[in-house]
């Protein structure tokens, strides 16, 4: 089962998601933008300063993903971790916005996560309301509404200014979230909350398959 990790200048996250994706079952590849990415079942955009941030975090990015819009409005599947989520919110995938910290510093820390909604590809093997551990690290992860979304994950207490403390939200087959769970995968990272997110759409496609 193919997965791409899109590697964007700046990118730091990839290898990581890369390895999280082989541990939960995933044959993963490094991609870019600009290759055809028809044969895979998902593809992750990964943390990190694409471009430098320059303009805005994600702006430069999501100018160059045309590949991408056409994997996703396919019904590809489609991680947006951090960076990623940015890139996705400024490509008009997902509703809202991302702005700075509200203590204008960037944050690096873990954090509690409540799942709201274990109804999606991504999370069935969360339970609802369940408590995870997840590492953030971003300066401009404060979450604004422009119209509400369906969210998947709050931070249990207000840790950067977002609205209704959301953390990740979903449309569809596109989910986007500041967190971090390819750095929780494994009990000797601190945590390995994350990994039940990259095994549940692995379990959630493979039975789609059969």
């Known amino acids: 089962m193919k997965a791409g990790v899109i590697v964007y200048p700046g990118s730091n996250c990839d290898r990581d998601a890369f390895y999280a994706l082989k541990l939960a079952g995933f044959k993963p590849y490094f991609v870019s933008t600009k290759d055809n ?27 160059e993903s045309s590949n991408l819009k056409k994997f996703a409005e396919n019904g590809g599947f489609v991680l947006g971790i ?6 996705l919110v400024e490509m008009g995938l997902l509703p809202g916005g991302l702005l700075q910290n509200k203590n204008g510093k960037f944050i690096c820390e873990t954090v509690e996560l409540e799942v709201v909604n274990n109804e999606t590809p991504f999370t069935l093997m969360y339970k609802k309301g ?16 422009d119209k509400q979304p369906n969210v ?10 977002s609205d209704q403390n959301i953390a990740g939200i979903i449309n569809g087959n ?26 549940s759409l692995y379990e959630y496609i493979r039975g789609g398959k059969k």
């Open 37 to 63: 990415l028809d044969d895979f079942e998902l593809v992750i955009l990964p943390g990190g300063f694409s471009y430098g941030d320059y303009l805005r975090p994600g702006a430069v990015s999501a100018k």
């Open 82 to 87: 951090c960076n990623g989520f940015q890139i």
């Open 130 to 145: 369940e408590v995870i551990k997840l590492p953030i690290a971003h300066g401009f992860g404060r979450y604004v509404i």
């Open 152 to 161: 998947v994950f709050k931070y249990k207490e207000d840790v950067n200014g």
């Open 174 to 199: 596109i989910l986007g979230m500041m967190p971090h769970p390819e750095r929780a995968v494994e009990k000797i990272m601190g945590s390995d909350d994350g990994i039940k997110l990259f095994k």
